[in-house]
T-cell receptor, first 113, second 112 residues
Framework: GAGVSQSPSNKVTEKGKDVELRCDPI?????LYWYRQSLGQGLEFLIY????????KSGLPSDRFSAERTGGSVSTLTIQRTQQEDSAVYLC???????????FGDGTRLSIL | GQQVMQIPQYQHVQEGEDFTTYCNSS?????IQWYKQRPGGHPVFLIQ?????EVKKQKRLTFQFGEAKKNSSLHITATQTTDVGTYFC????????????FGQGTTLQVKP
């Protein structure tokens, strides 16, 4: 069956540009999570959606970061005015909700020049 | 705030040696989950433990959940090069938001 799909798989952009990252969760999964992982580091929680609402946005690093989820399915993470420190792998995960196991996508590797 | 800590951060072993990683939570957990991330890959769910003192085995991997439900361990017997990767434990946030709190991970290197 289809897993969590993320696009693009790689994104290279210039500092100051805006980027949009997309996550298509497993069908039927109501919970969706965004994480950031820098090279050799752990998982940094960014935001969590239950359905279309975001009960926990506590991990967004600054107001340049925003995310939305429409129709309880696809989510986009937007980073405005990108900075070099935004370079990382952005991982999306989905689950059946609660503290059910999370299924991760392959991630988007973002490089800011 | 709530924390989940793992030790060691890194472990290098000779193939065939055993390996253990430990996970400690600052709060009591309703369950503990373990994930494995291969180099260049994404985290993959391995197992969930729910009961106090629970022990589960997956081939050469043995997972334990502490009696107080605040700690857990993953033990690999006779490591193989396929065991290379980073092992993360994770527990539910005590704020009941549905979020998981991940440990920093233990990266295992296996020398053939």
């Amino acid at each position: 069956g289809a897993g969590v799909s993320q696009s693009p798989s790689n994104k290279v952009t210039e500092k100051g540009k805006d980027v949009e990252l997309r996550c298509d969760p497993i069908s039927g999964h109501t919970a969706l999570y965004w994480y950031r992982q820098s090279l050799g580091q752990g998982l940094e929680f960014l935001i969590y959606f239950q359905g279309n609402s975001a009960p926990d946005k506590s991990g967004l690093p600054s107001d340049r970061f925003s995310a939305e989820r429409t129709g309880g399915s696809v989510s986009t993470l937007t980073i405005q005015r990108t900075q070099q420190e935004d370079s990382a792998v952005y991982l999306c995960a989905s689950s059946l909700g609660g503290s059910q196991p999370q299924h991760f996508g392959d991630g988007t590797r973002l490089s800011i020049l | 705030g709530q924390q989940v800590m793992q030790i060691p951060q890194y472990q290098h072993v000779q193939e065939g040696e055993d390996f253990t990683t430990y996970c400690n939570s600052s709060t009591t957990l309703s369950n503990i989950q373990w994930y494995k991330q291969r180099p260049g890959g994404h985290p993959v769910f391995l197992i969930q433990l729910v009961k106090s003192g629970e022990v589960k085995k997956q081939k050469r991997l043995t997972f334990q959940f502490g009696e107080a439900k605040k700690n857990s361990s993953l033990h690999i017997t006779a490591t193989q090069t396929t065991d290379v990767g980073t092992y993360f434990c994770a527990g539910p946030s005590s704020s009941n938001t549905g979020k998981l709190i991940f440990g920093q991970g233990t990266t295992l290197q296996v020398k053939p």
